[in-house]
């Protein structure tokens, strides 16, 4: 993977100067650290920094087709293209390197616009055709790599992070009380909005286009859904009573997936859990290898949250070589500051902490690749939330929605901090209440407690659901478990998991992560299948996985119970505190941002302190570390003058397999 960024003039005709674009360039030198690459022409200046993983030696951005009239600079992987370039030659193309970029260009002279559509990967694309003077923006379908812009008059700026945008000086960087309620209610950004006014994401599955006038008008910024995952009609799923055909279809997919994830020009490494996902990934890798590859495991020494036996029963029964690094209360408060730095929003999610030094340690080792098991929650019902909602659809006789209304009522018994009515529009809004309903609800109890009243007044009657967009009416059509799931592949999986846990932790240290159970194919296969084998009954989460995986692992590992990564929240961070996080959460500092409630925060963060923290529930702990990150944040991004932040910290505790070496790097 690598990063991009660019400015583009929209009335096409002047030529950004290269001084700001290589210094958005520069911005994103831990995702590209090997080299760079500069486009410029009049309209365009496009920027590449590369990580080299596949075309070592001529893999060199920006990349053209054979007459030079489309050029490209592009963030990601595609894995099938020796498959895909092979048929491009066979239709007379000539290929000039040995790197998956230069399909983008000659896939683009077969098929125009259209050309995202046969991009299979994980990908960010900035394209230009010069002869029709027209420029594309594209990100792939479920949101792996990022991509962000604003336009600026008649001006348009572009990058893989935020931090390129405003690195260009001419992006001035100002808060959005809506980006900071979507982080208090989704736990990230999964729409189009984030945490600057102005500065918005293009969707995933989504591009821009950018058509150059020939009067010298200002073009029009056009985006455009080049696909979104579907279901079938409820009744119409793919099911057996034996279901070892399907699982039989399922291993072959599967099985192409991580192997075409497998192809670098540089070692691959996995990241193992205790859970079912990431042990058939890695089993499934060290089977098509024909020998074990490495893995990489979080210790978390909290009681409920420590892993690291079920993973290295899975390691030794693989054969893998573990290495296994603790993340402490300490490493997760050391850290944040090089979280937020890296996420360009606030975090809540106190695990994303433990990841970022995870990948440290994958570059340390001299790593650039490593395959993950995110994705298989989303699309064989991996969360307890969906075991919740299910226990309610036996009300739903006749067509009726009366469980939404059950549901509302018991949202209201949990946290009553919104009124019937308002939990009713939401409902509407998206499409029904879905599983995840319950779980945002209870998280965005912080916002009610802890936003200022001047946050609140600009929020007037506004919800983090207005951003979301759903196709309600297609949705209806489906089995309630899959309209759950789509959700979930529209917020959750972006938001969060390919974002704050994915993208953003690891290439911050120069590391890919790959993601097999997000394949086009197997995400398509899985979507056809009937709900009962993804959740069976009530609680067997997961069910055809599990099958599928006990052909390559054990039964303990493969019918292991389900268990959410997690790490310590508030507590992190508020007992015995770093002076960065006193400062953080004093009444000055809170006073000077304006964003929360000085009063409600410290009554609350105080009794954390003094070792009350029993007396407040989980889901206000969560917001806590969502105000500390804000403010981390606005420390970051909007000026300082909040706190001094630690120049270095220890590294964590790391076990590592014997002989391991590892390079030089600053903590």
């Known amino acids: ?5 660019g400015i583009i003039d929209l009335t096409g005709k002047r030529q950004p100067e290269q001084a700001v674009v290589r210094r958005m360039a520069d911005a994103l030198l831990h995702r590209g650290p090997d080299e760079d690459g500069y486009l410029f022409r009049p309209g365009i200046g496009f920027a590449n920094r590369r990580l080299s993983i596949v075309g070592l030696g001529d893999g ?28 491009l030659e066979a239709k007379g193309h000539v290929f000039r390197t040995h790197t998956d970029t230069e399909i983008i260009v000659h896939l683009y002279e077969e098929y125009g616009e259209d050309v995202f559509s046969h991009l299979k ?40 992070e935020i931090k390129a945008i405003l690195a260009s000086g001419e992006v001035q960087p100002r808060f959005d009380p809506r980006g900071m309620d979507q982080v208090f209610t989704f736990f990230a950004q999964g729409t189009q909005r984030t945490m600057f006014e102005g500065i918005q994401s293009v969707l995933p599955g989504h591009y821009l286009k950018i058509a150059f006038r020939a009067d010298g008008k200002a073009a029009e910024v056009v985006e455009r859904r080049y696909w979104d995952i579907d279901f079938p009609d409820a009744g119409d799923e793919v099911d057996a009573a034996d279901p070892t055909a399907l699982i039989d279809q399922f291993e072959a997919l599967f099985q192409r997936s991580v192997s075409m994830r497998l192809r670098a020009d540089v070692p691959v490494v996995g990241y193992l859990s205790g859970g079912v996902d990431s042990a058939y990934v890695l089993a499934t890798a060290s089977k098509l290898r024909g020998s074990p590859i490495p893995s990489f495991t979080i210790q978390v020494p909290a009681k409920g949250l420590d892993e690291t036996s079920d993973a290295l029963f899975t390691a030794r029964a693989l054969g893998c070589q573990p290495t296994i690094l603790r993340s402490d209360s300490t490493v997760i408060a050391n850290t944040y500051p090089k979280l937020i730095a890296s996420t360009d929003s606030p975090v809540i999610d106190t695990s994303c902490a433990a990841l970022w030094r995870l990948a440290q340690e994958v ?15 989303e699309a064989f019902a991996g969360y307890i939330w969906f075991k919740l909602r299910k226990l309610s659809y036996f009300m739903d006789v006749g067509g009726t929605h009366v469980s939404d209304a ?32 319950l779980i945002y609800h209870l998280v965005s109890q912080s916002r009610a407690k802890y936003f200022s009243g001047d946050v609140k007044a600009k929020l007037g009657d506004y919800t983090a659901y207005d951003d979301v967009h759903i196709d ?25 998991l390919l974002n704050h846990k994915g993208d953003r932790v690891a290439m911050a240290n120069s590391v890919e ?27 067997k989460d997961k069910h055809f996985l599990r099958l599928a995986a006990s052909r390559v692992l054990p039964k303990e590992s493969a019918f292991r119970k389900k268990g959410m990564f997690r790490a310590p929240l508030a507590e992190s961070f508020f007992i015995n505190p770093p002076d960065y996080v006193r400062q953080l959460m004093s009444r000055e500092s809170l006073n000077r941002t304006g964003y929360f409630d000085t009063d409600a925060v410290l009554r609350d963060y105080e009794a954390i302190g003094a070792g009350k923290g029993n007396k407040i529930n989980v889901f206000l702990k969560m917001g806590l570390t969502g105000v500390l990150s804000t403010q981390l944040w606005h420390q970051i991004y909007m000026g300082g003058g909040l706190c001094e932040l630690p120049d270095n910290v220890p590294k964590p505790q790391v076990d590592r397999p014997e002989g391991v070496g590892l390079r030089k790097a600053a903590a």
Not at 423 to 435: P, S
Not at 472 to 496: A, F
């Open 60 to 87: 060199s951005q920006p990349i053209f087709n054979e007459d030079g009239s489309v050029g490209v600079v592009y963030n990601g992987e595609l894995f099938n293209y020796p498959e895909v370039k092979a048929e």
């Open 406 to 437: 059950v549901n509302r009522m018991f949202r209201i018994g949990m946290a009553p901090h919104m009124s019937n009515a308002q939990l009713k529009r939401i409902d509407e809004k998206m499409g029904r209440a879905h599983a995840q309903t």
């Open 513 to 539: 992560t790959r993601y097999p159970f997000l394949d086009e194919d197997v995400v398509e296969f899985v979507s056809k299948l009937s709900p009962r084998w993804k959740l069976r009954g009530m609680l």
């Open 363 to 377: 570059h340390d080792q001299g790593y650039k690749v490593a395959l993950t098991g995110e994705g298989s929650d």
């Open 121 to 160: 990967g994980q990908f960010a694309v900035a394209l230009i055709d010069f002869t029709k003077r027209t420029v594309f923006l594209g990100r792939d379908r479920v949101g792996i790599c990022p991509l962000h812009w604003s336009r600026q008059g008649d001006w348009l700026y572009f990058g893989s």
């Open 472 to 496: 309600t009416e297609r949705m209806r059509r489906w089995d309630p478990l899959n309209q759950s799931l789509y959700y979930g592949y529209k917020v959750h999986l972006p938001g969060l």
């Open 1 to 5: 993977m690598c990063g991009i960024a």
